[in-house]
């Protein structure tokens, strides 16, 4: 079975660094492409940013191309989402999700929500200004 665990989220000042992480367990990790999404109160779910189940391809929102930085560890099943010069709208709930492996759609349909199958649970980002 599937399982997906965001980690690392917290307090940071505007124009700070905070590195998230996701873990992945249950099938072989590399068959999935992994996205980052987020989520504040009264708002839409964002797409953040999708890596390939290879890592050659990358995509990212707008707000963040320039700040964010999605990678993945096949050897420790775990994806990164550094981020840097963050800003105050940073501020959500940012969950990672996963497409159904060699079955799925990859990141073909991301930032839409519907191309990933298996959602983890979030953690908390909170940029102060």
């Known amino acids: 079975e599937v399982q997906l665990q965001a980690s690392g989220g917290g307090l940071v000042h505007a124009g700070g660094f905070l590195t998230l992480s996701c873990t992945f367990s249950g099938v072989t990790f590399d068959e999935y492409a992994i996205a980052w999404f987020r989520q504040a109160p009264g708002k839409e779910r964002e797409g953040v940013s999708c890596v390939s189940h290879s890592g050659m391809s990358t995509y990212y929102a707008r707000s963040v191309k320039d700040r964010f930085t999605i990678s993945r560890d096949d050897a420790k099943n775990t994806v990164y989402l550094q981020m840097s010069s963050v800003e105050p709208e940073d501020t959500a709930i940012y969950y990672c999700?996963?497409?159904?492996?060699?079955?799925?759609?990859?990141?073909?349909?991301?930032?839409?929500?519907?191309?990933?199958?298996?959602w983890g649970k979030g953690t908390q980002v909170t940029v102060s200004s």
């Open positions: 999700a996963s497409d159904d492996g060699v079955l799925g759609r990859g990141c073909s349909k991301f930032p839409r929500y519907y191309g990933m199958r298996y």
